[in-house]
T-cell receptor, first 113, second 112 residues
Framework: KAGVTQTPRYLIKTRGQQVTLSCSPISGHRSVSWYQQTPGQGLQFLFEYFSETQRNKGNFPGRFSGRQFSNSRSEMNVSTLELGDSALYLC????????????FGPGTRLTVL | AQSVSQHNHHVILSEAASLELGCNYSYGGTVNLFWYVQYPGQHLQLLLKYFSGDPLVKGIKGFEAEFIKSKFSFNLRKPSVQWSDTAEYFCAVNARTYKYIFGTGTRLKVLA
């Protein structure tokens, strides 16, 4: 069974630009969560989607948004990039999203210059 | 608000030493508890999890963790570490919601 895939793996952008990251969950998994990982901060929860609906959202500004498609694939968008957005963005999938084990992708390393 | 605390940010051990990494959470209700590991250059993977039942859970690679409800703790242990255990370890809590709260991680370095 294929794991969680994320594209692109690396991205370099400049301040003010916007970026879209993609995540394909494990087949059969309907819940997709996004996290921002930075040194010293651990994983900060961004949002979670299930059946194309956002069920929970973390404490990030509105520049961070996401969506999920009918095939459970998910995208995350960050508009008006800031230097502080440089981080590893992780996607995790699970069957139902409530107490399940989450399976993580390799992440997208975003660098904002 | 729910939170997870990992008290040890950096741990350095020699091979064969015993390991215990602390994890405390703040939430009064029923929780699911996880330990994840991130080896250098690899993505996060599950070490072990506790949902219910026996509070002592065993995971992969000889790791185990004990859930102590009265202390809101879920400490990770390994009797004898190996060089290959060098990694970052994350404790996570899910309070039966759609949100998982992670600790800030503990970087373990094992000296050969």
């Amino acid at each position: 069974k294929a794991g969680v895939t994320q594209t692109p793996r690396y991205l370099i952008k400049t301040r003010g630009q916007q970026v879209t990251l993609s995540c394909s969950p494990i087949s059969g998994h309907r819940s997709v969560s996004w996290y921002q990982q930075t040194p010293g901060q651990g994983l900060q929860f961004l949002f979670e989607y299930f059946s194309e609906t956002q069920r929970n959202k973390g404490n990030f500004p509105g520049r961070f948004s996401g969506r999920q498609f009918s095939n459970s694939r998910s995208e995350m968008n960050v508009s008006t990039l800031e230097l502080g957005d440089s981080a590893l963005y992780l996607c995790a999938s699970s069957r139902q999203g409530t107490g399940d084990t989450q399976y993580f992708g390799p992440g997208t390393r975003l660098t904002v210059l | 608000a729910q939170s997870v605390s990992q008290h040890n940010h950096h741990v350095i051990l020699s091979e064969a030493a015993s390991l215990e990494l602390g994890c405390n959470y703040s939430y009064g209700g029923t929780v699911n508890l996880f330990w994840y590991v991130q080896y250098p250059g690899q993505h996060l993977q599950l070490l072990l999890k506790y949902f219910s039942g026996d509070p002592l859970v065993k995971g992969i690679k000889g790791f185990e963790a004990e859930f102590i409800k009265s202390k809101f703790s879920f400490n990770l242990r390994k009797p004898s570490v190996q060089w290959s255990d060098t990694a970052e370890y994350f404790c996570a809590v899910n309070a039966r919601t759609y949100k998982y709260i992670f600790g800030t991680g503990t970087r373990l370095k094992v000296l050969a």
